[in-house]
Each structure stands twice: as structure tokens, then as C-alpha cells.
């Protein structure tokens, strides 16, 4: 995947969100931050860090993956930098006092953060060798069609 035009989907995605993000926090986000009560005002402001902790530390990875792909570094040199940067966690849960009430579009934004992150996150694991890929289902209908007209005429 990295080294398809999956990786350039993925990058492009994780940068358009960042700078939505960010355009957010500072424009629209701070205004409607402003009229938050103080419970709600304090998981914004909870929120938003890890927001954006989660998202500088995506474009780091999205960064060296992209100098590695145009040979800018090399793959060993990428894996050097990234061990200087962990990953933070997910929440496990969303929710509590003040969660209902956080404008729209910033529960939006951690949410499609979330979803990125995860994706990343499980990329990272692959290429470090702690998890597999997901296996192929070779048994689509085609190939499960193709694999009977082998078996009933035999080889050509």
C-alpha cells in the first residue's frame, strides 16, 4: 500500500484534514468554543490538544513516508525519526459531561481524526512487523468460477 497510489490517497487525506483542522481551530473553533459553558469549554479545550497532538504526529509519519518514496531518505533513516515519535492513544470511549454539547463540527473532527489515526496507526504496525496484513479472500466470484472451470477441464 505504501508504496502504491494508496499511500497518495492516504497523504493527501491526512494533509487536507490537518489544515481543515487547524483552519477550524482558529477561525470558526475559536468562536464557537467561546459560547461553550464551562464544562463543555473544558472538553473542548481537552479535546482539541489531543486533536492536534494526533495530528502533528500523523503529518510526522506521513511526511517521512513521502521523503521515502521520493528517495529523499532512505527507509532505515525514515524508521530512526519515527522511533522518536509515539503515537498517543485513542480514547477508548467518547462521551461524558460536556461531550453533547461540543459544537458539531469539532466531534466531526475527532472523529475523522480518529478514523485516520487508527488507519495509520495499523499501517505502522505492519511495516514494523507487529501485526500481518490482512489475508486476500481469493474466493470471490470470479475466482471461485475461474477455479471450477480449472477442476471440471483440467489443465490446458
Same mark, same amino acid.
Given at each position: 500500500? /505504501?508504496?502504491s ?5 492516504l ?5 487536507? =484534514?490537518? &489544515? ?11 468562536a ?7 464544562e ?15 495530528? /502533528?504526529?500523523?503529518?510526522s509519519w506521513l511526511l =517521512? ?10 527507509? &532505515? ?7 522518536k515519535v509515539?503515537?498517543s492513544?485513542?480514547?477508548s470511549?467518547r462521551?461524558g459531561?460536556?461531550?453533547?454539547? =461540543?459544537?458539531?463540527? /469539532?466531534?466531526g ?7 485516520l489515526?487508527?488507519?495509520v ?11 500481518e496484513?490482512?489475508?486476500a479472500?481469493?474466493?470471490?466470484g470470479?475466482?471461485a468460477q475461474i477455479d ?6 483440467g489443465?490446458s
Amino acid at each position: 500500500m /505504501m508504496s502504491s497510489g494508496g499511500f497518495d490517497l492516504l497523504y493527501r487525506e491526512g494533509m487536507s =484534514l490537518i &489544515e481543515e483542522v487547524a483552519a477550524y481551530l482558529d477561525g470558526d473553533g475559536r468562536a464557537e468554543s467561546a459560547a461553550l459553558d464551562r464544562e463543555a469549554s473544558f472538553v473542548y479545550a481537552t479535546e482539541s490538544m489531543r486533536l492536534t497532538t494526533r495530528l /502533528m504526529q500523523l503529518a510526522s509519519w506521513l511526511l =517521512l513516508h513521502r521523503a521515502v518514496n521520493e528517495g529523499e531518505i532512505s527507509a &532505515e533513516q525514515a524508521l530512526e525519526e519515527k522511533a522518536k515519535v509515539k503515537f498517543s492513544a485513542l480514547p477508548s470511549e467518547r462521551g461524558g459531561p460536556g461531550w453533547d454539547d =461540543l459544537p458539531e463540527r /469539532m466531534r466531526g473532527y475527532i472523529q475523522k481524526g480518529d478514523r485516520l489515526f487508527a488507519r495509520v496507526v495499523k499501517f505502522d504496525k505492519i511495516e514494523r512487523g507487529e501485526e500481518e496484513l490482512p489475508a486476500a479472500n481469493p474466493q470471490n466470484g470470479v475466482s471461485a468460477q475461474i477455479d471450477r472451470l480449472k477442476q471440471a477441464f483440467g489443465p490446458s
